[in-house]
């Protein structure tokens, strides 16, 4: 198999990409500072364990929701996952497998379990100052920390950890159909898409049955339908590599990038989350075409700032939520509105600043240190090797041979 190049300059093809982390978290924390803490006080209640406030809201908080249509927290999170599906296919035409769920083991749980530890500890705090009991088991935190607690049907403790949930399940995929990315089978990535709209359909005809006679089977339908959908979005972004490597043409990019949105937008429809399909589907709709416009101009300059925010886009994503709902709730005791906001951000810059120094870089590092060292190990290939042995040796029908990838220095 030969080697790809994005150009002679790939990093210069994929900037864009980096930059729209800045825009994507910006827009994440936009909705939660500037719109759940003031317009749904309820949540930022239910989340840090604070009192309820029911004081002046700013008039930036009406300026910046005033399109009732534009949810800040949609169209970031789609930015997100547009962006993982496209930069993931560049790790793995790297890696091995194994290689591949190292680097991203150590990408993104180091930062997260520190980030989550913050938003913990901070919790904690909230509890001590409203003088409200701790509302979570060690059980509940652990799983939280871990990113499994989906898995258990755990409350979310920072409200964010779902999204993450959805980026593992997305690397495992990833890992298993590897050899389809790498080689753009793009009918097999599209028919993914086919199969998730089957699995929705299939299962939202007996969601509601399964809800009383059942939890724990609407549980895995709810996770399935969720995830589902979600990668069929992401795989957009995957639709985008294989056209910056050359392997796919610009109609067979536009065809299958919509084809993958309609299958998107099909799984809403028909999932049990539909009474926020239209928002969901509209605002995942215009990051796609961000996404887009920014695809086609890859020349095109951002601010340093937003570079610099795009730089610390994961922990500035992972840490502001508590940080910003107790400490914003607990100065407006103090100051006014407009210097609480200030306190939310540069706070949360700060946090995440010193966990991009201190975690996230060095953690990065010592994940690609450690992804060298298993080159041209591929546990996935040794596994089906052994069930090929084995199923000869019982008579059964042999499976064909595994196409190891070639080793590429990192």
């Excluded at 309820?42 to 005033?66: C, D």
């Excluded at 101009?297 to 508590?322: E, G, Q, R, T, W």
């Excluded at 089906?384 to 084995?390: C, E, H, I, M, R």
Aim: hydrophobic content about 50%; aromatic content about 16%; proline content about 4%.
């Amino acid at each position: 198999m030969k080697k790809f190049t994005t150009s002679s300059n790939p990093a210069q093809r994929i900037e864009f990409a980096h930059n729209l982390r800045g825009v994507a978290a910006l827009s994440v924390v936009i909705c939660h500072l500037l719109g759940v803490f003031w317009l749904n006080n309820a949540a930022v209640v239910s989340i840090a364990n604070t009192s309820i406030y029911s004081g002046e809201i700013p008039s930036v908080v009406g300026v910046v929701n005033k399109f009732s249509f534009f949810s800040y927290g949609h169209f970031g999170v789609a930015l997100f996952f547009l962006i993982s599906g496209f930069v993931i296919p560049f790790s793995l035409c790297k890696y091995s497998r194994l290689q591949f769920l190292t680097a991203r083991f150590f990408r993104l749980y180091p930062t997260y379990i520190a980030g989550f530890a913050i938003s913990a500890a901070i919790l904690y705090f909230s509890s001590y100052y409203f003088a409200r009991p701790f509302p979570y088991s060690k059980e509940v935190v652990t799983a939280n920390a871990l990113i499994v607690r989906d898995l258990f049907w755990f409350p979310s403790i920072d409200g964010i950890s779902w999204t993450l949930e959805v980026e593992i399940k997305f690397y495992i995929l990833c890992a298993l159909i590897s050899n389809l990315i790498i080689k753009s089978k793009i009918k097999y990535i599209l028919l993914l898409g086919v199969i998730f709209v089957l699995f929705t359909g299939a299962t939202s005809i007996i969601a509601d049955d399964l809800l009383k006679s059942s939890p724990a089977a609407y549980r895995f339908v709810y996770l399935g339908q969720l995830n589902f959908m979600m990668i069929t979005f992401m795989l957009i972004g995957t639709v985008f590599n294989l056209h910056i490597r050359d392997s796919i043409d610009f109609k067979t990019l536009v065809f299958s990038a919509g084809f993958l949105l309609a299958a998107f937008g099909i799984q809403w429809n028909l999932s049990i989350m539909k009474p926020g399909a239209y928002s969901g589907v509209l605002n995942y709709s215009l990051a796609l075409g961000v996404f887009c416009f920014f695809y086609m101009a890859k020349n095109l300059k951002f601010p340093k700032p937003l570079d610099m925010l795009a730089d610390i886009s994961y922990p500035f994503y992972v840490v502001h939520a508590m940080y910003s709902y107790v400490f914003m709730r607990i100065s407006l005791n103090y100051v006014n509105p407009y210097i609480t906001i200030l306190i939310g951000f540069g706070g949360s810059i700060i946090l995440a600043a010193l966990l991009h120094i201190f975690i996230e870089t060095p953690s990065n590092n010592l994940g690609k240190f450690v992804a060298r060292k298993l080159e041209g190990v591929d546990i996935f290939a040794k596994l089906l090797t052994s069930l090929k042995k084995t199923r000869s040796v019982s008579g059964s029908t042999v499976l064909p041979p595994v196409e190891e990838l070639p080793s590429k220095e990192v």
